[in-house]
């Protein structure tokens, strides 16, 4: 089955860097597009970044772009989020999602937290 | 507009009808992917293109659109579903993925 497993997040003082991981299990990593979305407390989904199968293309959000990014080793079936410059407002559980077959977005991992405080 | 507008709230007696509503532009176009994500999960994909349930999904999930309005509808509502619902839909371009502002829905 399809598995996601995210690792990386933690505690961080601003302007540091951090870089997240999804280890991707029990699909053709390869073949597929993947995203990153996050979630601060209490709020709604906000979409971050999204790479292509072959990381030919890479697209951000406004509010992350020039600072974060993304990245995938299809030989170690795994996606990369480099976070630099991380303010209080990046605050966020993070998750890494598939892009399916005609399905934006349709398995996530569990996710990790980024707490960005001095 | 780029934006996905929901209800903040709803509230269903157990065992009735809910219709959860997403408005914005972008819905005249493409169809609506729903979630529900409860407390300290992951969100779970429910109903994605005109009205598909992925496997698991009990029935009594069901999508429409009209307009530039999506509609998650739960007949029947179970304590279960208790939980926060977003709405998905993409913009047009392949620069940017809209997610609504979510409807945390209530079972009584």
């Known amino acids: 089955q399809v598995q996601l497993v995210e690792s990386g997040g933690g505690v961080v003082q601003p302007g540091k860097s951090l870089r997240l991981s999804c280890a991707a299990s029990g699909f053709s990593f390869r073949s597929h597009g993947m995203h990153w979305v996050r979630q601060a407390p209490g709020k709604g989904l906000e979409w971050v970044a999204v790479?292509?199968?072959?990381?030919?293309?890479?697209y951000y959000a406004d509010s992350v772009k020039g600072r974060f990014t993304i990245s995938r080793d299809n030989s170690e079936n795994t996606l990369y989020l480099q976070m630099n410059s991380l303010r209080a407002e990046d605050t966020a559980v993070y998750y890494c999602s598939r892009w399916g077959a005609d399905i934006d977005f349709d398995y996530w991992g569990q996710g990790t937290l980024v707490t960005v405080s001095s | 507009s780029s934006e996905l507008t929901q209800d903040p709230a709803v509230s269903v007696a157990l065992g009735q009808t809910v219709r959860i509503t997403c408005q914005g532009d972008s819905l005249r176009n493409y169809y609506a992917n729903w979630y529900q994500q409860k407390p300290g999960q992951a969100p779970v994909l429910v109903i994605y293109a005109k009205d598909i349930r992925p496997s698991g999904i009990p029935d009594r999930f069901s999508g429409s659109r009209s307009g530039n309005t999506a509609s998650l509808t739960i007949t029947g509502a179970q304590a279960e579903d208790e939980a926060d619902y977003y709405c998905y839909s993409r913009d047009g371009t392949d620069k940017n993925y809209l997610f609504g502002t979510g409807t945390k829905v209530t079972v009584l």
């Open positions: 790479i292509w199968y072959d990381g030919s293309k890479k």
